[in-house]
């Protein structure tokens, strides 16, 4: 028979024991988390040394920004698809991983005036990306545009019911299991927890992964590289934008910055900036009032096209607590194209969730976009832009 003092002391041990493991497998200052804490998986490495397709003759444009590679280069994104990945931008995950890598990059609030990147990886790899975050649907919506079955790599997503439903949305799209990457359907060590790339910070913004493991994943686990399990090409259907090469010295306006904010709540930590840089024919981008870095290779976030679109913002009332909201990015509206130094009034347009999202300018003509990085930063309808 179990007396009621033994009782006590099984319950005591089971107390000591579940805590010991607790600390064992999910403490950040344990090293033998079950969760890896340690910076031993997608290490910066080599990134940003000369290799020998580097040396080669950049020939060969990026189908997604127009920047010239090697043909060497050219042979490995042959062999893949456009890959989108959410990145965080709240003042905690900074400075992120990766984003510098990213062929084209969107901006837009997630949520309570916070932004998010999507982060489109095609051209280039990226040694470690992260952190990363959860799903919208108008980031859904804007990959949707760059061909069949995109991969998409994030944490979750918003599921509340209602029309911003993202994981609803992936689901009766066809990409769940397939071309959604979502970290709760994809194991370790594709991603992956790391408490020491920014040390101190809470849990949620501690997930990396890299883009090599995520194409992987995608080839070996799902049949996915530049063709489907059928033998589709993924940019069958893909229609890219169109580009130039950079403006000559001469031809280079004098436009030196760009600068607005998303929320007037959070304006301060979230305000963009994006500074001209003659010489270099790019813009150099500030967050919240400072240098904007990649953790990778430590260099200021550039981009050679800044876009900036207006569309309506709504809330989606779904019940969720902070609130969901939705971006209106089917149709068209009013934009900016910062380029050369200069600024160019434009309309956006995206005529069906299958199509990219383009630029015109007022002759209805289609604005080619300089060959390298392109920011896209998508405001509520009605924000002022100072330039």
């Not at 998986?41 to 020939?59: L, M, N, Q, R, V």
């Not at 918003?158 to 992936?170: C, H, M, R, S, V």
């Not at 994943?217 to 890219?240: E, M, S």
């Not at 010489?279 to 009032?289: D, I, L, M, P």
């Amino acid at each position: 028979m179990v007396t009621k003092k033994k009782w006590l002391i099984l319950l005591s041990g089971a107390f000591i024991l579940s805590t010991l493991l607790s600390y064992i497998f999910f403490s950040p200052q344990n090293k033998l988390s079950f969760f890896p804490t340690k910076s031993d998986y997608g290490k910066p490495g080599s990134a940003g040394k000369t290799t020998a397709e580097d040396t080669e003759p950049k020939t060969e444009p990026c189908p997604l920004n127009g920047q010239l590679y090697s043909k060497t280069q050219k042979t490995k994104w042959e062999k893949r698809r456009p890959l989108g990945i959410m990145v965080e931008n709240h003042t905690d995950a900074r400075p992120q991983s990766g984003i510098s890598y990213a062929d084209v990059v969107y901006e837009a609030v997630a949520e309570g005036g916070i932004t998010r990147f999507l982060s489109i990886f095609y051209c280039q790899d990226a040694p470690r990306v992260g952190p990363v975050r959860s799903a919208r649907i108008y980031f859904v919506r804007l990959l949707q545009g760059y061909g069949d079955y995109p991969l998409y790599g994030h944490v979750g997503g918003a599921n509340a019911e209602g029309p911003a439903d993202a994981l609803g949305f992936i689901e009766r799209m066809g990409w769940a299991q397939y071309s959604d990457l979502n970290q709760f359907s994809v194991p370790f060590p594709n991603y992956w927890r790391d408490y020491e790339v920014l040390p101190n910070r809470a849990t949620e913004h501690t997930v990396y992964t890299t883009t090599g493991k995520l194409w992987e994943f995608a080839k070996t686990k799902r049949n996915l590289t530049n063709v489907d399990k059928k033998g589709a090409a993924w940019n069958k259907d893909f229609t890219p934008w169109k580009f130039k090469d950079d403006a000559g010295v001469a031809d280079r306006g004098n436009g030196t910055k760009i600068s607005f904010a998303f929320w007037n709540f959070f304006a301060n930590e979230y305000a963009v900036s994006w500074t001209y840089d003659k010489t270099a024919n790019s813009y150099r981008r500030e967050n919240g009032g400072t240098p904007h870095l990649d953790k990778n290779n430590g260099k200021q976030l550039t981009a050679k096209d800044v876009v900036v679109i207006f569309a309506k913002e709504s809330p989606a009332n779904d019940g969720y607590p902070g609130g969901h909201i939705l971006y209106k990015l089917v149709g068209s509206g009013d934009a900016l194209v910062f380029q050369d130094g200069k600024s160019v009034s434009a309309t956006w347009k995206k005529p069906d969730p299958e199509s990219m999202v383009s630029f015109y300018d007022d002759a209805g003509k289609e604005i080619s976009l300089v060959r390298g990085q392109v920011f896209v930063e998508i405001l509520p309808t009605g924000n002022k832009v100072t330039y």
